[in-house]
C-alpha cells in the first residue's frame, strides 16, 4: 500500500478551514497518524482519507438492502455500516486471508486469481480499495471476473492507487527492499503509473476523462469528514473509480463458438478469455 504524504501544514490549515471534523462513516472525531501523515487515521473505525471518501460514494448509492453486494478486503467502518444497512445474506465480505479481518466473523475467503467458478451476472455492487496491486496474476483476468459477476446493472467501486512514473510488475521471488522500492510495499505486485495508465490499466478498463470529487460534494462536506484537498482531484491513491459492467472492455465475441476447441468448463472458460483478450492482444500486436 502506497501512502500519500502530506504536509503538517496542509493538514492544519485545511481542518482549522473546516471546523470541526469527524468520520463520515462512524461519526469518530479523534483522529491519529498513519505513516507520516497526519491526524488521518480515525481512531474508531480506522477508516483512511480513501476509505471517507469511497462512502461518500456508496452512501449516495441508496443501495436496496436486497442489493448483493461484494466487499473485497472489507474496511470496519464500511463493513459496519452495510451490515446495517443489508439484509442478511445479500451482503458477502471476502478476502484471501479471512483470519486478518477478525471484526467480520461472516467473513468469506475469495482468490481473485481463481475467480472462474464465480457466479456470473450474481452482483449489484462489487467494493474493493487497494486490493489490484496485491493480487498475483494478470490483473485483466481479476477485472474481467470482477465485471462477469457483475448484474446488467451492477457497479464495480473501487480505489487503486494511481501514482507518478509508469506501470511495474514482478511475480517473481525478489528481495523485499526490491518490492518496497519498486512497488511501495513487501506484499505489492505492481505499480500503476500515471504516465501511462492509458496503456496499462486504460487498455482493460474504459477510465474516466477525469476526476474532481467537488463536483460531487462541497469542500466543506470533504473537510468536514477530514478528506484533505489533495485527495480531490485527478487520478492518485485515493481516486474512487465508479466503473459499470460495460466499462470492462474486454468482453466475449457474440461470434465465439462454445464447440470452437476443448471439453469441460474449464476450457470452456480459457475459451471465452482468450475470446475476450484478443481484441485487446490485437491493440498490443498492431502498435
Ligand atoms: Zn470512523
Given at each position: 500500500m502506497v501512502e500519500l504524504s502530506a504536509s503538517?501544514?496542509?493538514i492544519v490549515a485545511d481542518r482549522e478551514d473546516s471546523g470541526s471534523v469527524s468520520c463520515n462513516i462512524c461519526g469518530g472525531s479523534e483522529f491519529s497518524d498513519m505513516r507520516g501523515r497526519v491526524a488521518v487515521?480515525?481512531?474508531?473505525?480506522?477508516?483512511?482519507?480513501?476509505t471517507r471518501l469511497l462512502w461518500f460514494y456508496l452512501e449516495r448509492l441508496s443501495l436496496r438492502r436486497d442489493a448483493?453486494?461484494?466487499?473485497?478486503?472489507?474496511?470496519?467502518?464500511?463493513?459496519?455500516r452495510l451490515r446495517?444497512?443489508?439484509?442478511?445474506?445479500?451482503?458477502?465480505?471476502a478476502d484471501l486471508s479471512p483470519e486478518n479481518f477478525r471484526f467480520a466473523q461472516d467473513i468469506d475467503r475469495i482468490d481473485l486469481t481463481r475467480l472462474d467458478e464465480e457466479p456470473s451476472g450474481h452482483y449489484d455492487l462489487i467494493i474493493d480499495v487497494h486490493v489490484l496491486e496485491h493480487v498475483t496474476c494478470n490483473y485483466a483476468y481479476t477485472l474481467y471476473h470482477l465485471h462477469r459477476m457483475l448484474k446488467p446493472t451492477g457497479l464495480?467501486?473501487?480505489?487503486i492507487p494511481i501514482l507518478g512514473g509508469g506501470y511495474d510488475e514482478c511475480f517473481q521471488d525478489i528481495p523485499e527492499e526490491e518490492r518496497v522500492r519498486r512497488f511501495g510495499q513487501s506484499d505489492h505486485v505492481r505499480w500503476f503509473g500515471r504516465d501511462d495508465i492509458d496503456r496499462s490499466l486504460g487498455s482493460v478498463m474504459r477510465?474516466?476523462?477525469?476526476?474532481?470529487a467537488t463536483s460531487d460534494f462541497s469542500r466543506e462536506e470533504l473537510l468536514r469528514a477530514n478528506v484533505p484537498e489533495h485527495h480531490?482531484?485527478?487520478?492518485?491513491?485515493?481516486?474512487?473509480?465508479?466503473?459499470?459492467?460495460?466499462?470492462?472492455?474486454?468482453q466475449p465475441r457474440p461470434s465465439a463458438s462454445p464447440k470452437a476447441s476443448g471439453t469441460g468448463r474449464a476450457r470452456t472458460v480459457a475459451n471465452k478469455m482468450s475470446s475476450?483478450?484478443?481484441?485487446?492482444?490485437?491493440?498490443?500486436?498492431?502498435?
Open positions: 503538517v501544514d496542509d487515521q480515525c481512531a474508531s473505525c480506522g477508516s483512511l482519507e480513501r448483493k453486494v461484494l466487499h473485497i478486503a472489507p474496511e470496519r467502518g464500511i463493513y459496519d446495517d444497512l443489508l439484509d442478511p445474506g445479500a451482503y458477502r465480505p464495480h467501486v473501487c480505489v477510465l474516466p476523462s477525469k476526476f474532481d480531490w482531484v485527478g487520478f492518485n491513491a485515493s481516486t474512487v473509480f465508479r466503473f459499470r459492467r460495460e466499462d470492462m472492455l474486454l475476450a483478450l484478443a481484441p485487446a492482444l490485437r491493440r498490443v500486436r498492431g502498435r
